[in-house]
């Protein structure tokens, strides 16, 4: 409550010397609260199937745009999800690099699998990034591909 009459007692003396000085006063205190200009950025998800002798791979590749960077500690992480006909070789991935903040670019991410038939890829996608300077952020996408053809063997 202190802070609140303080700043209230504060305007209120600047408004009474000057109003438009209070004015100026106030907007270049509010400036220096404030990025110059807030960054724009966002990462782009994009994921395929890829054959692979005879099984699969699910391909997620991660792209940082404008002022985006992925985080490269705590990283980005791929789960396999349960899914009819689908058997995953491996439960899980990672993209790491412990002792560095941000990855040089875009990162990709596999998993292995193989398939009794045509069915669904399902797959949770776990990741950090940053607005540079701004803000950082855990993003989460689902990914869900058709998988309409299977390797024959």
């Known amino acids: 409550m202190r802070r609140r009459d303080l700043f209230a007692g ?3 003396t600047l408004l009474a010397a000057s109003p438009a000085a209070a004015t100026t006063h106030l907007n270049a205190l509010l400036d220096g609260l404030l990025p110059p200009q807030t960054p724009q950025g966002r990462v782009e998800v994009a994921a395929r199937i890829e054959p692979a002798g005879e099984h699969f791979r699910l391909v997620v590749e991660l792209r940082p745009l404008g002022d985006a960077k992925l985080v490269a500690d705590p990283g980005s992480v791929l789960r396999a999800e349960a899914a009819e006909g689908i058997t995953w070789l491996e439960p899980e991935t990672k993209a790491l690099e412990p002792g560095r903040i941000y990855f040089d670019g875009p990162i990709t991410l596999a998993l292995s699998f193989r398939a009794d038939g045509p069915g669904e890829v399902r797959a949770r996608l776990d990741y950090a990034w940053c607005l540079v300077g701004f ?3 855990f993003g ?9 053809t299977v390797p024959a063997g």
């Open 10 to 12: 504060l305007l209120a």
């Open 135 to 137: 803000q950082c952020l």
């Open 140 to 148: 989460e996408e689902r990914v869900r591909l058709p998988l309409t």
